[in-house]
């Protein structure tokens, strides 16, 4: 991994474990821990409403992958999509 | 003077502004996302629009008027599109010519629905298109004739 990359994981897994506050449980029993919040998301560009979306370093879910299921808080949840920036991974879930 | 499309829909606002389920939430331009509070909703614009020139520089004019109505709700959603459709239809006609502005009328053209499921609850629109003939002098965009 390039020094920069590295870096960046460090600092992204470092302040996850400051904000984390939920565990995502995938199949297989793995368990990541997410910063688990609503996002804002409108529709047809006019009803707004919320999205719930799990937030954890990239390598860490490297796994996950869109239609997946996990729980979070006892809550059934599939992945709707998943998102990649810089070095952090937001998984949009759909209520199961 | 405003473009008489301007005058039409600010009239097409006032029309529908007071409806049972709508109230004043009536928009006659571009609107931020509501949430719940402000919802449900109409959203009126002019789209594409016909224009037929004439003797003695008149121009018929027939421009696509749409009425959307925005809703959220986890029960009875379509319901709830239905009874805005409903309501509209009915201040629609009731308008008449809008003040003399469309001599014919609102004419009912097309009634669309559409729904998402991205959000916290279901929301949907329905999209009700009428006809709104008019009639201008080349050059004069904002006097009917």
Same mark, same amino acid.
């Given at each position: 991994?390039? #020094?920069?990359?590295?870096?960046?994981?460090? !600092?992204?897994?470092? !302040?996850?474990?400051?904000?984390?506050n939920?565990?995502?449980?995938?199949?297989?029993g &793995?368990?990541?821990?997410?910063?688990?919040?609503?996002?804002?998301?409108?529709?047809f560009?006019?009803?707004?409403?919320?999205?719930?979306?799990?937030?954890?370093?990239?390598?860490?879910?490297?796994?996950? #992958?869109?239609?997946?299921?996990?729980?979070i808080?006892? &809550?059934?949840?599939?992945?709707?999509? #998943?998102?990649d920036d810089?070095?952090?991974?937001t998984?949009?879930?759909?209520?199961? | 003077? *405003?473009?008489?499309?301007?005058? /039409?829909? $600010?009239?097409?606002?006032?029309?529908?502004?007071g409806?049972?389920?709508?109230?004043?939430?009536?928009?006659?331009?571009?609107?931020?996302?509501?949430?719940?509070?402000?919802? %449900?909703?109409?959203?009126?614009g002019?789209? *594409?629009?016909?224009?037929?020139?004439?003797?003695?520089?008149?121009?018929?004019?027939?421009?696509?008027?749409?009425v959307?109505?925005?809703?959220?709700?986890? $029960?009875?959603?379509?319901?709830?599109?239905?009874?805005?459709?409903?309501?509209?239809?009915?201040?629609a006609?009731?308008?008449?010519?809008?003040?003399?502005?469309?001599?014919?009328?609102?004419?009912?053209r097309? /009634?669309?629905?559409?729904?998402?499921?991205?959000?916290?609850q %279901?929301?949907?629109?329905?999209e /009700?298109?009428f006809?709104?003939?008019?009639?201008?002098?080349?050059?004069q %965009?904002?006097? /009917?004739?």
């Amino acid at each position: 991994m390039p #020094r920069f990359a590295a870096a960046m994981n460090r !600092v992204n897994t470092a !302040v996850q474990q400051h904000l984390a506050n939920a565990t995502a449980l995938f199949d297989g029993g &793995i368990g990541v821990d997410v910063l688990f919040s609503n996002a804002p998301r409108d529709a047809f560009n006019l009803v707004a409403g919320t999205v719930p979306i799990a937030q954890a370093p990239t390598p860490a879910l490297d796994f996950v #992958r869109a239609g997946d299921a996990l729980r979070i808080d006892g &809550i059934a949840y599939t992945v709707a999509e #998943r998102n990649d920036d810089a070095g952090m991974t937001t998984l949009i879930l759909e209520a199961a | 003077m *405003p473009h008489v499309r301007t005058q /039409i829909r $600010d009239a097409v606002v006032a029309a529908l502004t007071g409806l049972t389920t709508t109230g004043a939430r009536v928009h006659g331009a571009y609107a931020r996302p509501k949430g719940a509070a402000a919802l %449900p909703m109409l959203v009126v614009g002019l789209g *594409p629009e016909e224009v037929e020139q004439g003797a003695q520089r008149t121009q018929s004019r027939q421009a696509e008027l749409l009425v959307s109505g925005y809703a959220k709700a986890t $029960d009875n959603l379509d319901d709830t599109l239905e009874t805005l459709l409903a309501e509209v239809e009915s201040a629609a006609a009731a308008a008449g010519t809008l003040g003399g502005l469309v001599p014919g009328g609102l004419v009912l053209r097309r /009634i669309d629905k559409d729904f998402s499921t991205d959000l916290d609850q %279901p929301a949907g629109v329905i999209e /009700i298109a009428f006809t709104a003939g008019y009639h201008t002098r080349a050059g004069q %965009p904002g006097a /009917i004739i």
